[in-house]
C-alpha cells in the first residue's frame, strides 16, 4: 500500500480505495460524461453554422474567441474563491449544471436556425467549463497523493477524452440514422444529466488537505518566479491550440464526408487516452520540463502535417499527431503547476494559468479565423507551427537556466 515505494507501471490503479480515491475516480467519470455530452454537439456544431446558418470561418473564430475568453475569466474567479472558501465541490457542480442547462438553446437553434440563440448557447457552455475547470484541477491535485500527481491527471485526463470518443461515436451514430441537429443536441443533455448525478454522489472534497491556512490577497507573493516562467511557456503554445472547428472546416474542405465528421477526431481522442496515463506515471520520475518541451515541439510536427495536407487521409494523420501531444502536455502542464505552487494555493495558481490560456486564446481565434477568411484554411496552422517552436524554444532556455 505505500504509494512511493511501488514501482509498477499500474500501481495508481490497484491502490486500496480510500474515500479520497474513490472521489478521484468520481470526478474522473464526471468528466466522461461531461465531455461526452460536449462532443455531441461541438462535434458538428461549426458545421452547423457554416452550412445551416451560413456563418463565415471569421464568425465563427470571433465567436470562439469570446466564448474561451468568457470561461477562462469564469476561470479565475471560480479558482480563487475555491482557495478562499476551501471548498471545491460546489464549483465544480453549479458548473455542471450551467453545461445541462445550455442545451436547450442549442436545440432552439436547431429548431428555429438562429445564430443568436447558437451563441447564447455556446457562450453558456464555455461559461459552465470556466466555472467547474479551475476548481476540479485543484481537487484532483487535492485527492492525489503528493508522489503520484502525474498519476492523478493522468488517469482524469484518460477518462476526459474517452468520454469525447464516446461522444463522437454516439454522433455519428445518430447522423448515420439521419437524425436531426436538434435531436442530438437534445440527447447531448443525457450525459450531462449523468455527470450531475456520478458527481453528487460518488465524489467529495479531500479528507486530507490541511485547512489551517486562510487565504489572503498577499499569497500572491508565495507564486513562486518557476510558477510565472511556466505561464509565459503556455501563453506561446497557446496560440497554436485554437479552436478544432478549424481542423473541421479544413477537413470538410479536403473532402471529408459529413457523417464522417463526427468521428473525425476519435483517432485522436484514443492516442490521447492511451497516452495520457502513461504520461502522467513517467513525469512523477522525471523532470516534467523534458516531457513539456518534447510534447510543444510535436504540436509543431502535426501544425505543419495540418497545413499541408490536402486529403482527408493527411488531415487524419495530423490529428492523430495533434492528440500526442495533447495527451502529453495537458498532464505535465498541469502537474508543473501543482508541484510548483503551495497546496493552499493550487486554486488560485490555476485560475492565474487558465487567465493565460484565456488572453491567448481569446487573441489566436479570431486571428486564426481572419487568416483562413484572407489567405487559406492551411494559414492558422503555419500560425500554430511558429507558436509552439517558440514556446519549445522557451522551455529549452528554462532547462539551460536550470542547468546553469
Not at 213 to 222: E, M, P, V
Amino acid at each position: 500500500g505505500d504509494p512511493k515505494g511501488d514501482k509498477s507501471p499500474l500501481a495508481f490503479l490497484y491502490l486500496p480505495m480510500t474515500p479520497d480515491r474513490k472521489s478521484l475516480w468520481g470526478l474522473g467519470w464526471t468528466h466522461f460524461f461531461l465531455s461526452a455530452s460536449t462532443l455531441m454537439v461541438t462535434s458538428v456544431l461549426p458545421i452547423f453554422m457554416r452550412e445551416q446558418l451560413g456563418a463565415s470561418a471569421k464568425h465563427i473564430g470571433w465567436m470562439e474567441g469570446v466564448a474561451v475568453g468568457l470561461a477562462f475569466l469564469a476561470k479565475i474567479f471560480s479558482g480563487v474563491l475555491s482557495d478562499i472558501f476551501r471548498k471545491r465541490k460546489p464549483f465544480i457542480v453549479w458548473g455542471s449544471f450551467l453545461s445541462f442547462c445550455s442545451k436547450p438553446f442549442f436545440i432552439l437553434a436547431a429548431l428555429m436556425l438562429s445564430t443568436p440563440a447558437i451563441v447564447c448557447a455556446r457562450f453558456f457552455d464555455r461559461l459552465s467549463k470556466g466555472i467547474r475547470t479551475a476548481p476540479a484541477d485543484a481537487l484532483t491535485a487535492d485527492l492525489s497523493p503528493t508522489q503520484l500527481r502525474g498519476n492523478g491527471f493522468g488517469l482524469r485526463q484518460a477518462l476526459y477524452v474517452s468520454g469525447c470518443a464516446a461522444g463522437m461515436l454516439a454522433t455519428a451514430f445518430l447522423l448515420a440514422i439521419k437524425s436531426s441537429y436538434a435531436l442530438i443536441f437534445g440527447l447531448a443533455a443525457v450525459p450531462s444529466l449523468l455527470a450531475l448525478l456520478t458527481l453528487f454522489f460518488f465524489t467529495q472534497e479531500a479528507q486530507t488537505r490541511s485547512e489551517s491556512k486562510t487565504w489572503k490577497l498577499s499569497d500572491f507573493k508565495r507564486l513562486p518566479s518557476a510558477f510565472w516562467k511556466l505561464l509565459f511557456v503556455a501563453f506561446l503554445l497557446m496560440f497554436g491550440r485554437f479552436s478544432e472547428f478549424f481542423v473541421l472546416l479544413k477537413a470538410r474542405h479536403v473532402g471529408c464526408p459529413l457523417p464522417l465528421l463526427p468521428l473525425f477526431f476519435l483517432p485522436e481522442f484514443i492516442v490521447q487516452a492511451l497516452i495520457a496515463y502513461p504520461t502522467g506515471k513517467f513525469a512523477d520520475r522525471i523532470d516534467t520540463k523534458h516531457l513539456l518541451a518534447i510534447g510543444i515541439l510535436i504540436l509543431s510536427v502535426a501544425s505543419s502535417i495540418l497545413a499541408l495536407a490536402s486529403s482527408p487521409w493527411h488531415m487524419l494523420f495530423g490529428s492523430l499527431i495533434l492528440g500526442l501531444h495533447l495527451g502529453v502536455t495537458q498532464v505535465v502542464l498541469k502537474k508543473s503547476i501543482t508541484d510548483t505552487t503551495p497546496s493552499q494555493l493550487h486554486g488560485t495558481a490555476f485560475a492565474f494559468f487558465y487567465l493565460t490560456e484565456g488572453t491567448a486564446l481569446f487573441l489566436c481565434n479570431p486571428l486564426a479565423g481572419m487568416l483562413a477568411d484572407h489567405f487559406s484554411l492551411h494559414a492558422p496552422f503555419w500560425q500554430a507551427c511558429t507558436a509552439s517552436l517558440l514556446s519549445a524554444m522557451a522551455v529549452m532556455l528554462m532547462i539551460r537556466k536550470g542547468k546553469g
